[in-house]
């Protein structure tokens, strides 16, 4: 290993790149300490902080950041609150990663209050559970900080684990996983490192691409719980508030017009039961946002054209359906824009 050498400004103020690296030495767990671990029961830190916190005020938090998903969070407290894991199903841009993310947050059960594994199809067993670094060991000890590298898995000791796209994981390392929650411990080269979370997943349903099936055996150790588009109303209000979030700086404001046109362009691809991968929540946002930034960019007012642009253009990547051809999607999205204009058109006329 090389260690730099003091720079004269480090030299002055007294800190040295070796005082840095220790401290952050310090910080990294040791081998021989990660075998002495006391199994934690977060079920009750859960139960503690809900207790704390009270219902109500965790559902107010939860609402500065996402509306409409009271229902779904109960149902995710109360299962954490008894231990059981649980996976968020539901179409794209719907909110699952923020309410895993934000509902973790609020509970604030550890410092940090959870990990989180992108997950994707070519993550390895040992990604998940760490490993040791035998060059390391061998020179340094086996209990040099750096001679073990923990993984999620050994790291969500006490927390909650927030596995985004579940989905994404192959078997192995679905199976390096199942292991874990069973058996409560993570075995890395024959050491035995005990380790308990809660697992919050995300997952899209089964018929979106790049997606592996989960196991049996870990589907059934997790609650299921779905979400779903939001009403008309709530869709409506939602855009109106994240995208005028995402221009305040510019000192723009979407005209409501625009907005009720996008919340029924989005409600029309929701309720037609040929489209098999929905419309994204997230995707009209930004395609609000967009159509007014543009605007901005050449001082002008925003028009019905520039909105109908980002919203086609957004949607052809996210929806699927029975479409031969992207031309085909597409011309099916304008359609289904030019409907959507009229509606809004006669709600405005009234
Ligand atoms: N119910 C909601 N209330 C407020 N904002 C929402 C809601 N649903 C989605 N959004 C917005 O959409 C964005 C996307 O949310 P998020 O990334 O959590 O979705 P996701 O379901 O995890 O998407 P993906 O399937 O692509 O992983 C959020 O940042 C948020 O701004
Ligand atoms: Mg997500």
Not at 116 to 125: D, F, G, I, Q
Not at 326 to 343: P, R
Request: charged content about 25%.
């Amino acid at each position: 290993m090389v260690l730099r050498k003091h720079t004269s400004e480090q030299a002055k103020t007294g800190t040295s790149q070796n005082q840095y690296s220790d401290k952050l030495l310090e910080n990294l767990p040791r081998l021989s300490d990660l075998l002495k671990r006391e199994p934690i029961q977060v079920e009750k830190l859960v139960a503690e902080a809900i207790r704390t916190k009270g219902v109500r005020k965790i559902l107010s938090e939860l609402d500065k950041v996402l509306k409409g998903l009271g229902d779904v969070a109960l149902d995710l407290l109360s299962s954490l609150a008894i231990g059981r894991h649980v996976l968020i199903m539901g179409p794209v841009g719907v909110g699952k990663t923020t309410l895993a993310e934000t509902i973790a947050e609020i509970l604030a059960i550890a410092d940090p209050p959870y990990i989180e594994v992108a997950c994707h199809s070519h993550m390895t067993a040992t990604e998940l559970t760490g490993d040791i670094d035998i060059a390391v060991a061998l020179q340094a000890g086996l209990d040099h900080p750096l001679a073990f590298i923990p993984g999620p898995l050994v790291l969500a000791h006490g927390r909650i684990l927030i596995l985004d796209e579940i989905n994404r994981l192959n078997p192995y390392s679905q199976a390096a996983l199942l292991q874990a929650l069973q058996e409560h411990y993570v075995y890395i080269r024959g050491f035995r490192i005990r380790s308990d979370f809660l697992v919050i997943a995300t997952s899209n349903p089964a018929e979106y691409s790049g997606v592996y099936e989960l196991s049996e055996a870990l589907a059934d150790r997790m609650k299921v719980i779905e979400i779903n588009y939001p009403d008309r109303e709530v869709l409506r209000g939602i855009l109106e508030w994240k995208s005028n979030a995402l221009l305040e700086h510019l000192g723009v404001k979407v005209p409501d017009f625009l907005v009720e046109l996008t919340t029924n362009f989005v409600t029309l691809l929701v309720q037609d039961s040929n489209i098999e991968v929905g419309p994204s929540i997230r995707s009209a946002i930004f395609a609000l946002a967009n159509a007014m930034s543009r605007a901005w960019l050449e001082g002008r007012e925003p028009s019905i054209n520039d909105l109908k642009v980002e919203l086609v253009e957004n949607m052809v990547s996210t929806i699927r359906g029975n479409f031969s051809s992207e031309q085909e999607k597409k011309e099916y999205l304008l359609k289904k824009f030019d409907e959507a204009l009229i509606i809004a058109k006669r709600s405005y006329k009234r």
